[in-house]
């Protein structure tokens, strides 16, 4: 638990930049990255059964929007857009691997969450599922 809401601590904070950034430089894709991260920020700190599902859900669609934004202002620039989108992923990868951290630590879905079945190459080792192989 401590770990998963120290990353949401972090994450809350990564989430405030980009909220901060697309309020002063008026920017939706970065507004629309710093509340996707928001989201995420708080299903880590609930450390519910759900927040799982919520944390990757909202982090990958943060680096959707935070991509299609540093390629729109690329363009509209004239900038180099395979460095802007370097630049994206070097920045990206920092928040995406809290949110993956955080997420790790969480607990596992229980009776009263969302259901939520992992495709064979994502299970965690030790799946109950994977005995009868």
Same mark, same amino acid.
């Given at each position: 638990?401590?770990? =998963?809401?120290?990353?949401?601590?972090?994450?809350?904070?990564?989430?405030?930049?980009? &909220?901060?950034?697309?309020?002063?430089?008026?920017?939706?894709?970065?507004?629309? &990255?710093?509340?996707?991260?928001?989201?995420?920020?708080?299903?880590?700190?609930?450390?519910?059964?759900?927040?799982?599902?919520?944390?990757?859900? &909202?982090?990958?669609?943060?680096?959707?929007?935070?991509?299609?934004?540093?390629?729109?202002?690329?363009?509209?620039?004239?900038?180099?857009?395979?460095?802007?989108?370097?630049?994206? =992923?070097?920045? &990206? =990868?920092?928040?995406?691997?809290?949110?993956?951290?955080?997420?790790?630590?969480?607990?596992?879905?229980?009776?009263? =969450?969302?259901?939520?079945?992992?495709?064979?190459?994502?299970?965690?080792?030790?799946?109950?599922?994977?005995?009868?192989?």
């Amino acid at each position: 638990m401590l770990v =998963s809401r120290a990353t949401g601590v972090i994450l809350l904070l990564y989430s405030g930049f980009h &909220t901060a950034i697309g309020l002063w430089v008026p920017q939706f894709p970065w507004l629309l &990255t710093g509340i996707l991260l928001i989201i995420g920020a708080i299903a880590l700190l609930a450390c519910q059964g759900w927040s799982r599902i919520v944390v990757y859900a &909202t982090a990958l669609a943060a680096a959707a929007v935070g991509l299609i934004g540093q390629v729109a202002a690329a363009g509209q620039v004239d900038a180099d857009i395979p460095l802007a989108v370097i630049i994206w =992923s070097l920045w &990206t =990868s920092l928040w995406l691997a809290v949110a993956y951290l955080g997420a790790r630590y969480l607990p596992e879905p229980g009776p009263d =969450s969302w259901e939520l079945v992992w495709p064979p190459f994502a299970r965690p080792a030790g799946d109950p599922a994977d005995a009868g192989r």
